[in-house]
Structure formats: C-alpha cells, structure tokens
C-alpha cells in the first residue's frame, strides 16, 4: 500500500509560479513511477507529467512546467511557471508499482490550482 498526500495549491494570477508537492508513505520502494495529473471541471483527468525511467510532459505543459523526485525524501514535485488560465483544474499525485504480475494504482486527495486574476 502507497498513501499519498499532495500540498501547494492555490490561487495564482495568470503568469505566476506554484510547487506542488506530494509525499508518499508505506510501501515506497516499491513504487516504479510517479506522476502528476489533473481534471478540469467538465473535463477528464489527464497526466501531466510522469517520472519513472523517462520523464514525460503532456504537450500543453513542456516548457512551462517541471516534474522531479527526491528519492530519499519519498517526494515528487511539480514546479509550476507561466501559469495560464487553463491550467487551473485539482491536481492529483499519482504512483504505481507492480508485483511483476499486476499493477496497483494509488491517487492522492488532489489540490486545487486556480489561475485567475
């Protein structure tokens, strides 16, 4: 079992920055990736940006934003620049890990970003 706990949102005008962070608890060296999505009101949850053995950026975010992991502090970040109207949605932390058989998905709560001014 994977617990984890996002932190950082808020309310930024458009062009500001943000850092999320998630923190992961139980059985954290099992987790193979960890990822950051979001979902819009009316929208799907989407991914955002995802580190495992390759960092992936959705296209509407590269440039802008930037995914990292502190592997000691059981912590993954989303550095947030440029920030746009558009991005504003709950963001979710995301990990899985895998038994070499099945996959377990683990979400946190969410935390709510809004870019307005």
């Known amino acids: 079992q994977v617990h984890l706990v996002e932190s950082g949102g808020g309310l930024v005008q458009p062009g500001g920055s943000l850092r999320l962070s998630c923190t992961a608890s139980g059985s954290v060296l099992s987790i193979e990736t960890m990822a950051w999505y979001r979902q819009a009101p009316g929208k799907q949850r989407e991914l955002v940006a995802a580190?495992?053995?390759?960092?992936n950026y959705a296209d509407s975010v590269k440039g802008r934003f930037t995914i990292s992991r502190d592997n000691a502090k059981n912590m993954v970040y989303l550095q947030m620049n440029s920030l746009k109207p558009e991005d504003t949605a709950v963001y979710y932390c995301y990990a899985y890990t895998t038994d070499g058989s099945t996959r377990y998905d683990y979400w946190g709560q969410g935390t709510q970003v809004t870019v307005s001014s």
């Open positions: 580190s495992g053995t390759t960092t």
